[in-house]
């Protein structure tokens, strides 16, 4: 049976997108997905506005550092240094609540998906929260942009340059962390370079670093300007020219491809498919909207193996329902609990490789959370689990803390029971199914939410439904057919 | 048979009679232990870098005292072991052990190239990769994909906890996390789960669903079977009413009953004292004495003692100076207690860190941490550490 438009357009807004939105519930059986895919296109189009959530105090407090710093090299007083974690804690929270509400609402669904692809790619661990928002921006800024630009501005961020130590990379003290890290993770590909290449890049990247204010820096006098030979080509190279030349390897056309492949198609990569795309990526010169276009406009996208193939990561997992179903969370400290204990926690990946994904995301304890969520969210359960410690994060005080203060800006990383909360608005949800007969909502209420065929039998559902209105049966078998195995797939 | 109301509510609320019933008669049937000799490994991970030197403390070492003029534990106030080497006073237990014969201390412990960031560390020690590799499974989890294929509970590895640790996750098997067994996945919607699973017909396909549904069942059938087990020979011991000591509780019961587990993985923290460092040493280490107290007694009455390997382990030590805070910042290389009636080579392993050879202010690593593993992994619970760690590591003599 040929697939539905609808299924299709389903399959496409999970995978280039968040998920459907409650509002295009509508449209979904009107538009091809060609439609709908220029659609995203065009909503994705505008530069995206700088996201600044750091704190004024904050702010005041690094521009006095600098001054002072600069008339005399003074150390910051404890209580300060304190205070600046704190606020730094606070704004990094502010930040992953503020780009997952973005997530959830904004319109440019592929610009955020697409950055959201790149934020686990260019994964970084960095506790401060103006060069965490300088990254963040560099990344959606370039997101759907050329590759080549948005290597370079990763790699000029202060986030990554600290995070990867390459402010410790000196001439005659090299340290090789950055430069192993771009060839293995960020371009070439585990196998695809030598040790020697790694040592000579790193030279070339001596001198690179940031500012407080988490500005590039070129510190020339700690740059060694001495030949290199990185992958067979010898020249007097910098930072640059050695990026330059990762980008003329197709490897990293290859690399970077199959990840996106692996990403926004299947874990299973079709090597045909994925070369195609290589070819014409590097091509392109790394245009990546092209490459996206490429793929979802292609009609193998679509191919029945590729559909409902995937387990939604934490992240998505919790922005998909709350796309379909609008929430006022009052208590979104709950939402930072749950991507921790789910395992996937924005800008705290697991380490400069990103997160796994895949089968990675599921274990006992975490599936049977996610099938929980649903019940959680109508408050038909309460929280009572207990994450494990972040000491980056606590510095060892989750027991100890004097003030309330230090005590807020923890919020999601100390454990307590707790209700989420949220206060879901069903009405466009519910009328959406307003002329389905009542025999075939389950039908229709599944064929929305999942992307496989569900193994889940009606009456089964039928069983742990409210019947006694439609709506609270919408609503209660909507829930349960969230919590189930099925949903986890997209 | 009797069946105490009050227990009968609980198994209600965790199954549906008719999936409990036949195992559960057989829980109050079967009333012998494993036989002698099957081998169990504790893991007690002591989160946020422990302050080695304050735990085994060189009492009559000058640099010592001299890097530490506040933190420093006094030789009068230390336990001692030896002339040179004291306990952390609240470790009065761990002393016990030690002149029993059944305390081995690893001191040095490390890998090259450490790493100061709590999760990266921790990273690495979990996985057990070199500080330049990112493994996406862990030690433990290895040792179950090496050890039970086609095994149909992962309750091979058990975590005390409400989150499984990376150390526990293998590529194709999981270890599964139990805080408390009498309420596993407590929610409102189990009934639902279970008519899910029972409602769902192919588990034995490839796709990522069948995955899923394979691992629902998997847990709901582990979930039984702890529990079940858990009530088989529960512990009558006095424990201390702590976390640590709940956990000890709930892992010696399970050692009694006849489950098949054989790595318990458990946490206590945190460690990472940057200031106030010796209120929090303190409290943590009552927790710990006390609950590894009462465990041992335990195991020694039930006689399993000689099957038990406890070993502690933290992402990292912390410095060998004292930071202007009342505490320690981040350090490298740190020591292990071996806890065991089974022990080959009993009380200090090996010297204590040289303080005079510093790296930077920091302790030389001078054991792989690898090395243990792979001692433990081969000569304790007899599996191939080689396939398991990717590497060979030589192994070392206390077991």
Known sequence: MPLTNQAKNQHLLWRAGFGPVVEELVDLSKFSPNQFYKGLVKASDKKPEYIDVADDYLKGLMLGIEEVGRQQKKEMPAEDKKMVRQKNREGVRSLNMYWMHEMVNSSAQLREKMSFFWHGHFACRNLNVFYQQGLLDAIRTNALGNFGDLLKAVSKSAAMLNFLNNQQNRKDHPNENFAREVMELFTLGRGNYTEHDVKEAARAFTGWGSNLKGEFMFRRFQHDDGSKTILSKTGNFDGDEVLDILLEQKQTARFISQKIYKFFVNETIDTEKSEWLADRFYKSNYDISGLMEDIFTSDWFYDEKNIGAKIKSPVELLVGIQRMLPMKLENEEALMLLQRVLGQMLFYPPNVAGWPGGKTWIDSSTLMMRMRIPLLINDADEMNVKPKDDDDQTMGRQNTMENKEERKSLKGFIPRRQMINANIDWSLYVKNFENTEKEKLVDSISKILLQTKSGVDNDLIKQYTDASGRESFIKTATLQIMSTPEYQLC | ?399
Not at chain 2, 15 to 36: D, I, N, W, Y
Not at chain 2, 49 to 57: F, Q, S
Request: aromatic fraction near 10%; charge should be neutral.
């Open chain 2, 1 to 399: 048979m009797l069946i105490k109301r009050k227990e009968f509510i609980q198994i209600g609320s965790l199954a549906t009679a008719s999936m409990m019933l036949p195992k559960f008669l057989k829980a109050f049937e079967g009333q012998a232990m494993v036989p002698v000799g099957n081998k169990v490994v504790v893991i007690l991970q002591l989160s946020g870098g422990n302050d080695g030197l304050n735990t085994v403390i060189p009492i009559r070492n000058d640099i010592y005292y001299r890097s530490r003029p506040r933190l420093g534990i006094e030789k009068t106030k230390a336990l001692s072991l030896t002339d040179e080497v004291g306990l952390h006073p609240a470790l009065t237990g761990f002393k016990e052990l030690y002149d029993d014969g059944s305390l081995g201390i690893m001191n040095s412990v490390g890998y090259p190239n450490p790493d100061r960031s709590h999760f990266r560390s921790m990273d690495i020690w979990q996985t057990a990769s070199q500080s330049t590799e990112y493994f996406t499974t862990g030690w433990v989890g290895r040792y179950l994909d090496a050890q039970c294929s086609g095994c149909d509970k992962p309750t091979q590895a058990i975590e005390i906890d409400d989150v499984l640790s990376l150390a526990m996750k293998g590529q194709n098997i999981n270890g599964i996390a139990v805080k408390d067994p009498r309420r596993l996945y407590g929610t409102a919607n189990e009934k639902f789960f279970r008519d899910v699973l029972k409602n769902h017909k192919n588990e034995s396909g490839e796709k990522p669903v069948d995955y899923l549904y394979k691992t629902m069942a998997q847990t709901l059938s582990s979930a039984d079977y702890i529990f079940q087990q858990s009530k088989l020979h529960p512990s009558s011991a006095e424990y201390p009413k702590t976390d640590l000591g709940n956990s000890m509780k709930t892992i010696a019961s399970l050692i009694f009953s006849d489950i098949n587990t054989k790595v318990y993985y458990v946490s206590l923290g945190s460690f990472d004292t940057h200031v106030n460092q010796e209120m929090q040493q303190q409290r943590l280490f009552t927790e710990m004495n006390e609950a590894v107290k009462a465990f041992v007694k335990d195991l020694k009455s039930n006689n399993r003692f000689n099957d038990v390997m406890l070993f502690t382990f933290s992402e990292f030590g912390r410095r060998v100076s004292q930071n202007a805070s009342g505490g320690t910042d981040h350090g490298t290389a740190n020591n292990m207690f071996l806890i065991s009636g089974g022990l080959k080579q009993k009380g200090l392993i090996n010297s204590l860190p040289d303080l005079n050879d510093l790296d930077e202010g920091d302790l030389k690593y001078k054991v792989d941490f690898k090395n243990v593993y792979a001692t433990v992994l081969n000569k304790w619970l007899n599996a191939d550490d080689k396939m398991i760690l990717t590497n060979k590591y030589d192994h070392l003599n206390f077991i």
